[in-house]
């Protein structure tokens, strides 16, 4: 039997209240993603909260319009200009591509990369609702 995680968009308006709600739902408060991407793609692979291995499971976004628009242009600018901030000086440009596309509303979103993320694990069935 494959476990079921749900998380409400509904509840989430920004990034920071993506990490937290999926840290309260899939890691059990045990644990805390603070949103980097990898981190969230090795929490997903197993070993952490609730996830062991590379167990079946569900991870179903219940009003997943509202999360997408939460996690949109605007979420991934501010994204992005904190990397800018942070990255090897080697990523500077393709960083700085990146952040002019979301500026401009081009080009995949957080929700997009948290979606590719999740569906490239093959345990993993994925529900928009």
């Known amino acids: 039997m494959s476990k079921t995680f749900i998380i409400d968009g509904s509840k989430i308006s920004n990034f920071e209240d993506f990490c937290s709600e999926f840290s ?4 059990s408060g045990k644990h805390r993603w603070h949103g980097n991407l990898d981190a969230f793609n090795d929490i997903l692979s197993g070993g952490f909260g609730e996830i ?9 976004l219940k ?7 939460s996690l949109g242009y605007t ?3 501010k994204l992005l200009e904190e990397r800018l901030l942070r990255c090897h ?8 591509e990146e952040l002019q596309k979301a500026k401009n509303g081009v080009g995949p979103t957080i929700f997009d990369w948290l979606q590719e993320i999740i569906t490239d694990h093959e345990h ?6």
């Open 24 to 27: 309260d739902v899939v890691l």
């Open 52 to 60: 062991e291995g590379d167990e079946a499971l569900t991870i179903f």
């Open 63 to 69: 009003n997943s319009s509202t999360l997408k628009e």
């Open 75 to 77: 979420e991934t600018v």
């Open 89 to 96: 000086s080697s990523n500077v440009p393709r960083v700085a």
């Open 124 to 129: 993993i069935t994925f529900i928009l609702d």
